[in-house]
């Protein structure tokens, strides 16, 4: 019997990731298919983790001291007062731009690794111990969690009262 990766079938309460429409079933574990949307998730996961955090410092009003950018003038406690949107837009264009080559030359590092994810699978996922099992699954989950708070805060913020646990002041 071939072994599968934490959360790759529709297990229901069996400590698997939910997934009622079989969606991880599209494709063969193991096939470049399988590694690339995998791969895909694990990034979307991570990213979407960092961005939830983000999001919520933000909105929490914390912010660094002193200025983001001399010119135009931008204090970190300016663009804290703001809305995540308006806080983004706020941001000098060189800031952005920084940003986006950060990520850029991330993402140039991981697609250069030896072997490469579509050749060889993830190493990370590589599970070589029950502990090491549950902390992939866990990281899974949590960037599922995280895709989805991403999306509520979006939606709170373009339509007012679509989610309704979140405060009224996001609007």
Known sequence: MRSQLPGTG???NQGKP???LGISDM???GSMQYEWLRTAEIKHGRVCMAASVGWLVQEAGIHFPGNLASTPPTSFESL???GA???WAAVPDAGKAQILIAAGILE????AKKPHYLNAGMPSMKASSPKKERGLLSELKNGR???IAVASF???VKIDGAVPLLPASWH
Do not use: R
């Open 80 to 82: 804290s007062s703001l």
């Open 85 to 87: 949107f308006e806080a």
């Open 154 to 156: 979006v939606a709170e």
């Open 145 to 147: 969690l995280a895709m």
């Open 18 to 20: 939910w997934d009622p």
């Open 10 to 12: 529709p297990e229901l």
């Open 27 to 29: 494709c063969p574990y």
């Open 108 to 111: 140039a590092a991981n697609e």
